[in-house]
């Protein structure tokens, strides 16, 4: 595959990952596959490319855990690892923003998806630097805080929230408010859920604040319970434009108990202002409680394999 990449274009190459990614989806290509495939765009320096592997690199995280997940987590630093070496850990002089970019998704991605113990400490080591410091760009900071927030202690959190609280600007602020819901532990998580309703979060921020709760990987479950019971109170309090994309992320909740409770209820309580998008939601929750059903068991043997490797 590497050899053939000079002879596609970058559209050509994003086209070719975005393309089977969905073909995993509709259940035409096994996960173990996909990320089989994706290892062959190692050589790729594009950011549009990797955008398009990182999508899949997330719904294919979605559907391990346990000593799997950890396999995976290997996997996936063993790709990225290099290739951020390669493009360089701190921003360079003159480069183009494509490059900046690139080099944040890749620090975020080998940090949380890879939980590479040196990509998280280079990410403690940009926000002690702070935002303002030369050695460091906008894109590496943003990195860093989601990065760090995703592995963050109970310190961590007390920190995010007083910058939050005490942020010099509006940016600052938002950055670290968001941040907050991707931390990895079921009391700070509901700490944040409970501040989007306390009032201290705007009104027309708290919906996404929430939004990113229930996108949390590991307490999405417990933060939809919440809005749920909290329902009422959301329609009241904030923009109803806002509510149909504050729950957007039940999509990502693919449990059996937990789809038949969000289509059961959406039944129950329609979004008269965003009833077409809300038939969406529910449709890929189905498509992606389908794929769960389809192929956790089958990755997770693929990768058992992989650690067997590793141990031998």
């Known amino acids: 595959m590497q050899r053939e990449l000079p002879k596609l274009t970058i559209i050509d190459r994003y086209n070719l990952i975005d393309d089977a990614w969905n073909e995993v989806v509709a259940g035409r290509l096994a996960a173990a596959d996909f990320l089989t495939f994706a290892e062959g765009f190692a050589a790729d320096r594009e950011l549009a490319v990797w955008q398009a592997i990182v999508v899949g690199l997330k719904g294919v995280t979605r559907l391990v855990e346990g000593d799997t997940e950890v396999a995976l987590q290997r996997r996936i630093a063993a790709l990225v690892g290099p290739v951020i070496t390669d493009v360089g850990w701190n921003p360079v002089a003159g480069e183009g923003d494509l490059r900046a970019k690139l080099r944040g998704l890749l620090l975020s991605t080998l940090a949380v998806l890879g ?11 940009i926000l002690e630097q702070g935002p303002d410091s030369a050695a460091v760009d906008a894109e590496l900071v943003a990195s860093a805080t989601n990065s760090i927030a995703a592995v ?5 959190y007390e920190h995010y929230l007083a910058n939050f609280r005490n942020a010099s600007t509006p940016q600052e602020e938002l950055r670290f408010m968001y941040a907050l819901a991707e931390f990895p532990q079921a009391a700070q998580v509901q700490r944040t859920i409970d501040l989007a309703f306390s009032g201290e979060v705007k009104t027309q921020n708290a919906p996404f604040l929430l939004n990113r709760c229930i996108a949390n990987r590991r307490h999405g ?3 939809w319970s919440h809005v749920r019971r909290e329902w009422q109170t959301a329609n009241d309090k904030f923009p109803g434009n806002t509510i149909v994309r504050m729950v957007d992320p039940v999509k990502t909740l693919t449990a059996p108990a937990s789809v038949a409770d969000v289509q059961s209820f959406f039944s129950e309580h329609p979004i008269p202002q965003g009833a077409k998008t809300l038939d969406q939601i529910l449709e890929r929750q189905r498509v992606n409680s389908a794929l769960r059903e389809r192929e956790s068991e089958r990755l997770a043997t693929s990768l058992a394999a992989d650690l067997s490797i590793i141990h031998i």
């Open 115 to 125: 939980n590479d113990p040196d990509a998280q400490a280079r990410c403690r080591t």
């Open 221 to 223: 479950e417990m933060a």
């Open 152 to 156: 963050g202690t109970d310190a961590d």
